[in-house]
């Protein structure tokens, strides 16, 4: 019987320790490093009253759930537009069974680079490419952060539709695939 109650104590007594010693150390201070490639937006940026507009004229909306990969194309470069497209695209194939929670978005300024870029979007079936009406998208962007069409930078909108996370352009594809890993 003595052994049944130690046995009872010890199994109480193991999550109390646990639940104290954790709470102990997040209120001294103690907190993991967190290496990042990406910078985290803070606060985060609503994309509320956006118009972003697809090829057939009709309306985008970002579905609760989901998470977005966001590209700025000014479509200047075309050598660096089909580098960004293959990140997206290959940012698809390895996350593999959470690949279904990230959608690919390529954004264009206006209708008119939308058009233009027509043969280089057809190489890409995976990927959204919509373009910014009113240019309403990157202006909630520019107010905070450097103009995402000319820092060519990957943004990551989550859940809920706010801009979370900036990738800078000078990162390559593992550094933005680890983190992207992280945040899903």
Known sequence: ???????ALLILLIPL?????????????????????????EPKIETKNIVLTSEDGSK??????????VYFDNFEDVELSAKKYEIARSS????????HRLLRIVVYK????????????????????LY??????????SDRLEDPYSSNSLFIVDSFALVI????????????????KEIL
């Open 1 to 7: 019987m003595d052994r049944q109650y130690r046995l």
């Open 17 to 41: 320790i646990t639940l104290t010693a954790s709470t102990l150390t997040y209120f001294l201070g103690y907190k993991p490093t967190i290496n990042t490639m990406g910078t985290p937006i």
């Open 60 to 69: 985008f909306e970002f579905v609760p759930g989901k998470f977005y990969f």
């Open 92 to 99: 698809k194939l390895t996350l593999r069974r959470e690949g």
């Open 110 to 129: 206006n209708k008119e680079m939308f058009k233009k870029a027509k043969s280089l979007r057809s190489e890409y079936p995976g990927v959204v490419f």
């Open 132 to 141: 910014d009406e009113g240019d309403l998208f990157n202006k909630n962007i």
């Open 165 to 180: 996370w900036e990738f800078q352009d000078d990162l390559t594809f593992n550094d933005i695939f680890e983190e992207v």
